[in-house]
């Protein structure tokens, strides 16, 4: 049960924080390759295109590191 809840926390955390990643690569790449900013087709491109991708790739990522971690069985007990 334990590995059920690493595995919904990290997929949750993964969404999160791949998409927010993404939109920083986003951009970055708006910036480098000039997209028109006319009537926000460079927003519309950062968050319809790279920050989908990024939460679709850290989603499983997060989960997994999480499980995989979990299984792993990390000692959090303080050192005496």
Do not use: D, Y
């Given at each position: ?40 087709g460079a927003g519309m491109m ?35």
């Open positions: 049960m334990k590995l059920f809840f690493l595995g919904v926390l990290g997929l949750i955390l993964g969404l999160i924080g791949g998409g927010a990643i993404a939109v920083g690569v986003g951009s970055i790449c708006v910036e480098v390759f000039e997209v028109s900013k006319f009537e926000g950062v968050f319809f295109i790279f920050m989908p991708v990024g939460a679709i790739i850290g989603a499983p990522l997060g989960a997994w590191l999480l499980v995989h971690l979990g299984k792993r069985g990390i000692n959090t007990t303080p050192v005496q």
